[in-house]
């Protein structure tokens, strides 16, 4: 093939919006449409089963073996795909299930201290013990729990804690005794834990090597995005709804950050359905071929050992 027929070859895909010129001096690159096309191809293809990845899960399968706790599973995914693909890694954390009340009893015991027990969705029922500030008697604790009972059954947990916290301050003054005591022993016994973040990233040093010069700006963006969390935790929710791997190019994703690089995500389940997803950050011109099954993959192996615990 000719200079001239492979220059004539590149005006017609640059025509088409496939290339483009960035620079006059510069040579043509892939634009969105151009990598759309292109990553569109190889999810075509049997780009996610091929007899090389076999080492892949061996490899992802140790990495991520069912011995681990939960949070020892989703960190060490969020680092195995950064390290995998020299890019960063992000897991989003499961989110509690909401747990709805349907009955609370408190009972005294020694020492400052109060059986809890609740039962709570359908028919699940937990105990709890919790310490509390003073001793208190039957009565009383039972009249808190009528009272939570009577006003607070079907709501979740954490409202009905934020709701007595409301009623405590706007009521100060008219609150009895009874109140007080259903406010100072519920905001103890029912406050769920929330989780100390919402995904985990690993590898944002990676992508400052894959930078160019000009993109240092664009980086700062993403890497303020990684911390205010909003559009990151948007696209990862999109994510979860999805089937298998998605992939957004560039200004596909709909965010300003996100116009020199691409997110591809999968969702990781366990029996009960979604739990969560994760992805691979890195810029557009990335190895789409390597990391896309390298996403699918530990996903799958993530959500099979997370079944396991």
Known sequence: MSPATVR???SELEELGVLSSPHTSAGRVPTELGYRLYVDSLLATSVMERPDHRHLKKELRQLLAPEQSSQELIAQASKTLAELTRMAGLVAVPRREVSTLRQVEFLPLSGKRVLVVLVVNRSEVQN???HTDRDYDGVELRQAANYINHTYAGW???SICDGLLDTMNT???QMDALMQTAVAVADKALRTERPDSDYVVSGESNLIQTAEAENLGQLRNLFDAFNHKRDILHLLERSM??????I???RESGFQPFEDYSLISAPYTTDDGPMGVLAVVGPTRMDYGKVIPTVDITAKILSAALTQL
Not at 241 to 246: F, I, L, M, T, Y
């Open 248 to 250: 957004f190019i560039g």
């Open 156 to 158: 979740d947990l954490n």
């Open 171 to 173: 009521d100060r003054q």
């Open 241 to 246: 709804k999805a089937d298998g791997v998605q």
């Open 128 to 130: 709890r013990i919790i």
């Open 8 to 10: 004539n070859i590149m």
